[in-house]
């Protein structure tokens, strides 16, 4: 079973990336999303290059541009989004995999059916049965048409059922429910892999306790778990956000107090320091904590790469403990190695 996180294209996540053992990176099949940043003159070669620093060469990235205006990104662009990442990560030896919608507009599925003929790395078809989503899952004649415009057969196509954000147990339940009815309503279809994501990460940090751990429940976990139970057919791979809210962050200023989103088998301990120390010293002690709590799995600093960079935080063998970027990164690359290994040994997330 593959594992599919849904990661941000930013620094801290293409980072975790790019550190992953061979292991990990042999079961999962990561999304990264572009998300919009007015402060970033040109978000799409940021994002590729960010890419070809952590994805190795041959391998095929799956992009979802979804959230970036879909007219040309710079003036005297030729082409739209997808025809620009096509072009830019194929020079830097990326094979790409082009997430669409059956909401996108005509122009949209022409590029991503031209990505498909570039880069002969099949499609991934996202459908949303969020709570929070105005999206209905397409009909069957939807699906015949949109399968003639992209001149594919469903088994060039990843089927994505998004469940989206899962703030309680009612939710969690309902959207359970969602979900087996989309994934019943695909079935006439021989896709070539299907996977449900939720996400259950809250939005930020704000409003959590200072100086220790609060436990958030991995409700995304047991929203797929639900889901299984209720297949009839071949269990769907299991996606979530990686340790982030599902949808596109909002801007934020300033500089995040010490904190670190840790994954453990039914939750996140949630620890978040308050800035006391000068600069961000307040995460050794954060890290110090953490090692020393029983939320320390058995494989210490073995568990992953982020694992290891907590550890000489906690030792104090780093001059820095590192920044929001960093601790983003070393969260991911736990999380990533945590979830992989829950599948593979017990066969959930």
């Known amino acids: 079973m593959a594992y599919v996180p849904i990661l ?3 620094a801290g996540e293409f980072l975790a990336l790019e550190h ?3 292991a990990v990176r042999s079961c999962i099949r990561p999304i990264m999303e572009l998300v919009p940043d007015p402060d970033v003159r040109d978000v799409l070669e940021t994002f590729c290059d960010r890419a070809m620093d952590a994805v190795p060469q041959g391998t095929v990235l799956t992009v979802d541009s979804g959230a ?4 040309r990104v710079l003036e005297g662009d030729a082409g739209g989004t997808l025809a620009r990442l096509s072009e830019s990560l194929g020079l830097r030896g990326l094979l790409m995999c082009p997430v669409v919608r059956y909401t996108d507009s005509g122009d949209v599925l022409a590029e991503a059916s031209e990505v498909n003929a570039v880069h002969q790395s099949g499609l991934c078809l996202r459908v949303s049965v969020a709570a929070d989503s105005l999206e209905k899952p397409p009909g069957q004649g939807q699906i015949r048409q949109l399968l003639r415009i992209l001149h594919v057969e469903p088994e060039e196509i990843d089927l994505l059922i998004d469940a989206g954000p899962v703030g309680s147990n009612l939710t969690r339940d309902r959207l359970a429910e969602r979900t087996l009815a989309a994934l019943a309503s695909f079935s006439p279809w021989p896709w070539r892999r299907e996977c449900v994501a939720a996400g259950a990460f809250p939005v930020n940090l704000t409003g959590f306790p200072r100086g220790q751990a609060t436990p958030v429940a991995r409700r995304d976990a047991q929203l797929w778990r639900r889901v299984v139970d209720g297949c009839l057919g071949k269990p769907p791979d299991f996606g979530d956000f990686g340790v982030t809210h599902p949808r596109m962050p909002a801007k934020t200023r300033g500089t995040p107090d010490p904190n670190m989103r840790y994954t453990t088998p039914d939750t996140w301990q949630v620890f978040v320091y308050p800035r006391v120390r000068a600069g961000n010293d307040d995460f050794f002690t954060l890290s110090a904590d953490l090692v020393d709590s029983s ?5 210490g600093a073995r568990t992953s790469w982020g694992d290891a960079r907590l550890k000489e935080c906690a030792e104090r063998q780093r001059p820095k403990a590192g920044g929001g970027t ?3 990164a070393w969260a991911t690359s736990h999380h990533l190695a945590v979830v992989t290994s829950h599948l593979i040994t017990l066969g959930h997330p």
């Open 326 to 328: 960093e601790w983003r």
């Open 8 to 10: 941000k294209g930013k």
């Open 295 to 299: 939320y320390w799995p058995v494989t």
């Open 68 to 71: 970036l205006p879909a007219a």
């Open 20 to 22: 992953v053992t061979p």
